[in-house]
């Protein structure tokens, strides 16, 4: 790499990317430093995101998804929290390295976040239509002639009646369903090219999260925008994602295209996970299965494979070395020391 | 609801709440409505805001009836003469209408009160947002200025500062008006003393909104920490803002009587309701009327003001079940 710094902010460094992939994760790590020692939050995370593609991120609460979406977005409050490492490689630059500002211009433009819970996500204070014109006046600079069309458009495209008179209207107005529908419209105010949904469907109800998740399905069809869906709902996973990516503790465990992730689920945890799924095939006088034991505890330095106390198949070679991603088939990678089909070891 | 609940209609169980049409069509309150119809039932507070619309009626309308002259004019055949049809509210010292004083002095007084509070609320809000949004170091140095200026009385300050400053500026005309340079002084010495329980108010305001969701949210779709701050936590935080500026009116009204009845206050010729009481207190028995009138002006303003204040606590706390 040519060591000249140059002026220009966005052509300080062009890592190299697959043109395939809009987004490239690469040995992420969070960590937080509060008051009882440092959590230890995402421990060397890779991934990538291809163009016009829905990954899925599951996994159990504090695992991780969250602040690994929250890294990438540079959202982290610094201090406590502290990105020791990796890259972000978006558009020919790691997000990780630009200035605040240019992270600003590209929040909400490039790459738009929306919430679990519609609730709290939307200020209270302010009608929806001040809140949908931000990221069109910020990011677009329309005047207030087009932000009222455009707002009146997106709000439309969300499925809400009568959006005219919408607009003027305030959050508590909205109900929980027609509330996330308002932050979807916000997030695709600007035609991103990454959304990234953090479990936006945990706080509705089933109905509810059935529309909001054809929504977004048809809207990424509509305007070629690539999804990161985070959900610990595998039925959402299934129905949404061509590929899934499992989190434990802070690592991926699993990466595999849906199908194969369901049908033949490489590492342990995954096993587990879809072995404690409800199943509407199954007898259902048995009590539904669990994982016994519970995460590890994320203050302590990760040493080892983190599943390892409550994996069955767990060995001496699991205590030492956390494995590596290894792939075990057509796009799919598990990070085991044993091939759990075969039961050897690698 | 403006409409007497309906009578049940027959056949119907008693208990059952009956809506009417009206009711299912009336669209859901705003907040600024809600706000409306709790302070309506606050009856102190309704007290307080007619007095209040009096008090500057009567500081304000009352330049139609006495100019500026009539209340600096001296007649020393006249002084220290008790109510008459003349002088409805007696003379003073020198012989000046203390009606015509109590007018020209309670504009001086409600002015000095908004305007030490809009000092006070600029400097407050100031402070303690940033403490509050930014944290850390900057939290610690601010909030330990903040509580420095806390342990120092503020009459003390006050009168050290007034004493400083007395006398450095010139008058002043405005609007073809002669205003006592110490106006100014005295609205910059109230503002910069009583900053401290505001920005006090402010940072924990700002500790808890920046916390929501929202904030986040906000965050996420790329606006800046300029918009965060004065479009998404100040409109979140106004209440206690407001309410706190309310009182800061009465405290800044009452802090000038103090220092001008202390003789370091708003100087001559200008009148306000303090200077008038400076010297009445020789005259205690013997001239009820020196400070009769300006201490009811300001015991009543004030009162009315904490009134309001309170009034508006309630009606914009947006807990308050009281509808």
């Not at chain 1, 679990?116 to 014109?133: F, K």
Request: aromatic letters at 8%; glycine letters at 8%; proline letters at 6%.
């Amino acid at each position: 790499m040519p060591s000249t710094p140059t002026a220009e902010p966005y052509k300080r460094e062009s890592p190299f990317m697959n043109p395939e992939r809009i987004l490239e994760i690469n040995d992420l790590r969070t960590r937080f430093h509060i008051a009882e020692g440092t959590v230890y939050a995402v421990n060397g995370v890779s991934f990538h995101l291809n163009h016009g593609e829905t990954i899925a991120v599951v996994g159990e609460s504090g695992c991780g998804k969250s602040v690994t979406m929250m890294s990438i977005m540079r959202l982290i409050p610094i201090p406590p929290g502290e990105i020791a490492s990796g890259e972000v490689l978006y558009d020919g630059h790691d997000l990780l390295k630009i200035t605040e500002s240019e992270m600003e211009h590209l929040r909400g433009k490039d790459i738009a976040m929306i919430f679990q819970d519609p609730m709290t996500a939307l200020n209270p204070v302010l009608t929806i239509g001040r809140q949908l014109a931000e990221p069109l006046r910020i990011h677009l600079g329309l005047d207030r002639e087009k932000i009222r069309e455009r707002s009146i458009e997106l709000l439309e495209q969300v499925g809400i009646a009568d959006p005219a008179q919408r607009l003027g209207e305030y959050p508590h107005q909205f109900s929980g369903g027609m509330r996330q529908r308002a932050m979807i419209a916000m997030s695709l105010a600007c035609s991103p090219s990454i959304l990234i949904a953090d479990e936006p469907t945990t706080a509705l109800d089933v109905t509810i999260q059935a529309q909001i998740v054809e929504l977004v399905q048809r809207i990424r069809q509509q305007v070629n925008m690539s999804v990161i869906w985070i959900t610990h709902d595998l039925g959402v996973v299934a129905e949404m994602a061509e590929r899934v990516i499992v989190m434990y503790a802070g690592f991926i465990v699993e990466e595999a295209g849906v199908d194969n992730l369901y049908e033949d689920p490489r590492h342990p945890y995954t096993q587990a996970l879809l072995a404690a799924l409800p199943r509407v095939d199954k007898r259902r006088d048995k009590r539904l299965q669990s994982i016994p034991g519970a995460p590890p505890n994320l203050l302590v330095a990760p040493k080892g494979c983190p599943f390892v106390q409550r994996c069955q198949f767990a060995f001496d070679h699991c205590r030492e070395e956390m494995p590596p991603l290894i792939s075990v088939g057509l796009n799919h990678q598990a990070a085991c020391w044993l091939d759990v089909t075969s039961g050897e070891t690698r | 609801m403006e409409s007497t609940p309906a009578q049940p209609a027959a056949g119907t169980p008693a208990g059952v709440a009956q809506l009417l049409p009206d009711e299912l069509e009336t669209p859901p309150l705003s907040l600024g409505q809600l706000t409306w119809r709790r302070f309506r039932r606050h009856r102190m507070a309704i007290f307080g805001s007619i007095t209040l619309v009096f008090m500057v009626l009567y500081a304000f309308g009352g330049m139609l009836f006495f100019s500026e002259a009539d209340a600096n004019r001296t007649d020393t055949g006249a002084r220290l003469q008790a109510p008459t049809r003349e002088h409805p509210f007696g003379t003073d010292t020198i012989g000046r209408d203390i009606l015509a004083r109590t007018i020209y002095g309670g504009q001086i007084s409600l002015l000095i009160g908004l305007t030490a509070m809009l000092v006070e609320v600029l400097i407050g809000v100031g402070i303690g947002a940033s403490a509050g949004y930014f944290g850390g170091k900057l939290d610690s140095l601010l909030m330990r200025l903040t509580e420095a200026m806390l342990i120092i009385p503020q009459i003390f300050l006050l009168l050290v500062i007034a004493k400083y400053f007395a006398q450095s500026i010139p008058n002043l005309k405005i609007m073809g008006r002669t205003f006592s340079g110490s106006v100014l002084v005295i609205i910059f010495v109230i503002g910069i003393t009583s900053w401290p329980y505001l920005a006090r108010i402010v940072r924990a305001q700002f500790l808890s909104v920046k916390e929501n969701d929202f904030i986040l949210a906000a965050r996420a779709t790329g606006t800046s920490t300029r918009d965060i701050i004065f479009r998404h936590i100040l409109p979140n935080s106004i209440a206690p803002i407001i309410v706190a500026a309310t009182l800061g009116v009465a405290a800044a009204i009452t802090l000038e009587a103090y220092i001008s009845f202390l003789g370091l206050g708003v100087r001559p010729p200008t009148a306000t309701w303090g200077n008038m009481l400076e010297g009445a207190y020789n005259y205690v028995e013997s001239a009820w009327w020196l400070w009769f009138f300006p201490g009811m002006l300001i015991a009543l303003t004030v009162l009315s003001i904490n009134f309001l204040g309170d009034g508006l606590r309630d009606a914009l706390d947006p807990h308050s079940r009281a509808v």
